[in-house]
């Protein structure tokens, strides 16, 4: 076997452990110095030219020391987050993350698990964090679910397999063009776009997406939604799923699911809530009636990288009926196949419920960041941002320079400046509302985004953060008048 | 504003930094000792009964101790894992990871961006990742590429941009229903089952999937591809797609990727290539002829988290046409239109490229990982792995109780073992192999997993492992002879 000279063999593992271990050493002590201090520094700061210039250096061909690469991280990269980590971060929906969760992470990397299904602890962490999270959502415990990248991705699974189980025809096999009569789903005007993206990825074409008007409160409106069903049935389209919201991005509203459900039980359909942030509201039993009627869903979108407080990547979706999820993503293959016993044997594959093969151990995170807090004190945290929501809502009723733009139902704001001599027209508003926005990122205040509703632009404060306090909120109502009163004084 | 008492604002940050910042040495220090010594444990145990019941407790409610967290974690994870850390797990195709790209995710989390496209410094990263990988890939620089969980993501991307593009009508807005001829797509017979997946989930049906028969060396049989193609346009259908492999999972064939992208072109038709680990044969030039043509792909998809050696989850797509990879995701949302600074300003947008909308920071550990290795290495840790294929070819083709069941082009081998006598039939050969399968796990010699091929039962051993060493493939030779001989003298 060995005439030959053994070649010398390479590795990737380091030639000094010391060092390597030296180096975790000091980037645990940044992070944790980085983490401690985030209140001190700005929310977020523009990346200067110097720096995006790095960024353009050409593809490394020999080896570079990680303790030089960590000290470029420090220099250019850490200091120009995108700034969500910052008590005063409000903008899109987004996460905050843990100290002990980013720990986690390290260790789920270096096991480096691919959390499949195999006879391996990784399948059984990811096991547990879905069974806690179907009980704090009141799902059956015969339901099936899946941790995922996000709400984009949960939603696309739940809406495959919607397609998938109620298209009245073997949809996997034969494609959406074999549809004996054209699918239809129904959602509000409120609705993310990633269902819209769902709906395009898996073929359906947006059109089939009806899009259903909202009343005063952003809910989807009942009678609307019955009338667009009759029009379809009557026109020989199919309809076959309605989606429900927990939380709507704009406004944080929340259909009525009570009454979607009874809908979709009534005319046969599939009902998907998405629920990105809003359905954690159940964790909170203060707040679980806002969102009641998500626990009847077919099948339920949320992220635990937004309301969770998990760093991302971390969604995660339940379907109530087991089997549909897998009838919908099991592909067999001969080298996929189960073994008599080993690492690989008979038994559910995690690959089966939705649209990855390999799958990180994300499960990691979210097992400690779930044990570290305990969901009743997550319930409070989520109870404390709605709380600060409407704080923050009345502390704009009691100003009369600012003006609420939308309902304040859970955690997000919408809310503009106006002058006190109500001489702008609605086109003036917006653009100093607009300029104002881009000076509160600028000047390193806050980070609100905005959003449109009825045509207004308005200054829109997402709260899903838990570096969050009360004087955050009231500095932001603060700084919005007196940037107003700058910028309409520089009006002339 | 603050008539009322303020309530007690809880947070998620620890009330002793000093406490999580020992925690996190710990970590580093346990880690570190885990890896440096991996190779003197068994590639995989079985989880005891005991540590999986150690997985079915209660929702936690309370707070806990995360050094207790941890400890539990150490007793019950760590000792557990799917086993591809170690040198010799060469089952389905899994990675290894390295000590500095773990090191990574904990700062990518800590950090916690949400790589979107926003004004901040991940954004840069991944733009840079990005062009490195084109680079090195030698797609052109106006390609335009996004880094996903997997292959499996990676083919749905790509596949789902050549349907938008090339099925001749507006699939976002009709979807699949409106195609006046049924599309059609064509790939090989060896092609990976997440192709088939991604076909699915894009509402084309799995029987639009044309499998084309492979020649003696499993690449797709042109001629076999040509006839389908005609007969399906004579049949009225629409073919709009051939699947090409750049390493095949069963045995790392590839197809002739110049005759394909030289029948693309001729024929109208996308060519999207699933390089899932093969693609980065590239990075060799050694190898570079074996994948030949694949620079010629309209879309490019394979894995970091394979023969990269970074750990799970890291995917990439690549697609020459930029335009077509964004017309084929962006969805527009109020809430998300650019402002005129800040943060959010105007500029690509990377969600426009796939499907999610918020995505997490891989980005970071692919930079650090690709600068701390760089490609020369990683091409020669590459070549490594096939030159260890070639030699345990090499010591199959040289014991006559084993036998080689398809040809070596790369770095998957797959053979048996077969007694001396050769007084088994099939049968007997398929069920003894099978059951040698399990001893080399249960009894912790090694990992290799199997497929079918020809209907005859194969171990099947795929390098993408940068601790492997001949000697590793000489104990595994030499440990099948010992199991066969066993395991046949056991039958009596």
Chains 1, 2 share one sequence.
Not at 293 to 313: N, T
Request: hydrophobic share 45%.
């Amino acid at each position: 076997m060995g005439q030959q000279a053994a070649p010398v063999e390479e590795t990737l593992d380091p030639q000094d452990w010391s060092a390597m271990r030296a180096l975790g050493h000091r980037m645990v002590d940044e992070l944790c110095d980085y983490l401690s201090t985030v209140r001190e520094r700005r929310p977020w700061t523009s990346v200067p030219p110097a720096t995006r210039a790095r960024f353009e250096q050409p593809l490394p061909t020999s080896p570079r020391d990680p303790a030089e690469i960590f000290n470029e991280f420090r220099a250019h990269v850490l200091p120009y987050p995108s700034g969500n980590i910052h008590p005063r971060f409000w903008g899109f929906v987004m996460g905050t993350g843990t100290p002990l969760a980013a720990l986690a992470e390290m260790l789920a990397a270096g096991l480096n698990s691919n959390v499949s299904g195999f006879d391996d602890a990784a399948t059984l962490v990811e096991a547990q964090v879905v069974a806690w999270l179907r009980e704090s959502l009141f799902f059956p415990s015969a339901s099936s679910g899946l941790l995922v990248s996000g709400g984009s991705m949960a939603n696309l699974v739940g809406l495959a397999v919607a397609r998938n189980s109620n298209a009245g025809f073997d949809v996997r096999a034969k494609g959406v063009q074999a549809a004996p009569r054209p699918l239809t789903l129904y959602a509000s005007v409120e609705t993310h776009n990633s269902v819209r993206k769902a709906v395009e990825t898996l073929g359906l074409g947006c059109e089939a997406l009806r899009l259903v008007p909202v009343d005063a409160e952003y809910r989807i409106d009942l009678n609307a939604l019955r009338a667009a069903l009759a029009a379809d049935r009557v026109a020989g389209h199919r309809p076959f799923c309605i989606v429900g919201n927990a939380g709507t991005v704009n406004t944080g509203a929340s259909d009525d699911l009570h009454a979607l459900a009874d809908l979709a039980r009534d005319e046969r359909l599939w009902l998907h809530v998405d629920g990105a942030f809003g359905a954690l509201a159940s964790w909170s039993p203060a707040l679980r009636a806002r969102v009641a009627g998500l626990e009847r869903a077919d099948s339920l979108a949320f992220d635990l990288h937004k309301w969770g407080y998990v760093p991302y990547e971390a969604g995660c979706v339940l379907v109530r009926d087991a089997a549909r999820q897998r009838m919908s993503f099991d592909v067999a293959a001969a080298y996929l196949a189960p073994a008599r016993g080993g690492l690989a044997p008979e038994g559910p594959k995690l690959s089966h419920l939705g649209p990855q093969l390999s799958r990180g151990f994300r499960a990691l995170k979210v097992w400690m960041a779930l044990q570290e807090a305990g969901f009743d004190k997550l319930g409070r945290l989520i109870q404390q941002n709605v709380a600060q929501a409407a704080y923050l809502a009345e502390l704009v009723r009691a100003e009369p320079e600012l003006e609420l733009g939308a309902p304040v139902p859970l955690n997000v704001v919408c809310f503009r400046y106006r002058d006190a001599a109500r001489a702008l027209d609605e086109a003036a508003l917006d653009a100093l509302n607009a300029e104002l926005l881009v000076r509160l990122h600028e000047d390193g205040i806050a980070v609100p985004t905005y959003t449109r509703l009825r045509g207004r632009y308005l200054l829109r404060v997402a709260i899903t953060n838990h570096r969050s306090r009360r004087a955050d909120f009231e500095l932001l109502a603060r700084e919005v008048v007196r940037l107003g009163r700058e910028l309409l004084a520089s009006r002339g």
